[in-house]
Every structure is written in C-alpha cells, then in structure tokens.
Nanobody
Framework: QVQLVESGGGLVPTGGSLRLSCAAS????????MAWFRQAPGKEREFVAA????????YYADSVKGRFTISRDNAKNTVDLQMDRLEPEDTADYYC???????????????????WGQGTQVTVAS
C-alpha cells in the first residue's frame, strides 16, 4: 500500500505561484510513474502532469504547459508541482497519484493510477 499526502495549496492572485508537494509513504514509489490531477467544482477530474521514475519523461496537459513544472525526488519519495503564472481557470482541488508501475500511453488516464492522495485546494483569485 502507498499513502500519498499533498500539501502547499492555498489562495493566490492571478499571476501568482504555488508549489505543491506530495509525500509518499508505505511502499516506495521510486520505480513508478507519478502524476498530478485536478478537479474543479462541477467538472470532471483532469490530468495535469506526470513524471516517470527517472524524470526522463515528463508529460503535461496543454493547458498548463509552459507554466507548471513537475519534479520528483526518489530519495525522499516526493513529487512536486511548481505552478507559475496561475490563472483563475487553475482553481481546483489538486490530487497526487501513483501508478503501480511505469506507464506511458495511459499517463493522462486517472484509471491508470492505483493510489491517490486526499487533495489540496488551490484557489486563484481574479
């Protein structure tokens, strides 16, 4: 079993920055793909970014490309999401997710991830 705990959410003005962090415990996630998803009020959960175990392959949703940066520290069992130039449309609950193995073609599908955190709220004021 893997437990994921997100932190770093909050309220920021448009154009501001936040850094989300996800700490994994239980089983190591250093060999699996990790990702961030988000869910805005009244909308379905959507993919934000994913990173493979060695950080060599990274994937972003088009809506965040160039503004968000995902990174991981396998020694610390953490994955971070640096969010810059935030927009009101980025307001959502953000969730960390871990797959049970390395994935590639399914990185954007929430069904590809077995473990989820409780989420952290991000609000971008207009």
């Amino acid at each position: 079993q893997v437990q994921l705990v997100e932190s770093g959410g909050g309220l920021v003005p448009t154009g501001g920055s936040l850094r989300l962090s996800c700490a994994a415990s239980g089983r190591t996630v250093s060999r699996t793909t990790m990702a961030w998803f988000r869910q805005a009020p009244g909308k379905e959960r959507e993919f934000v970014a994913a990173i493979r175990r060695n950080g060599g392959l990274i994937y972003y949703a088009d809506s965040v490309k160039g503004r968000f940066t995902i990174s991981r520290d396998n020694a610390k069992n953490t994955v971070d999401l640096q969010m810059d130039r935030l927009e009101p449309e980025d307001t959502a609950d953000y969730y960390c997710a871990a797959a049970t193995t390395e994935i590639s073609s399914t990185v954007a599908r929430d069904t590809a991830y077995a473990y989820w955190g409780q989420g952290t709220q991000v609000t971008v004021a207009s």
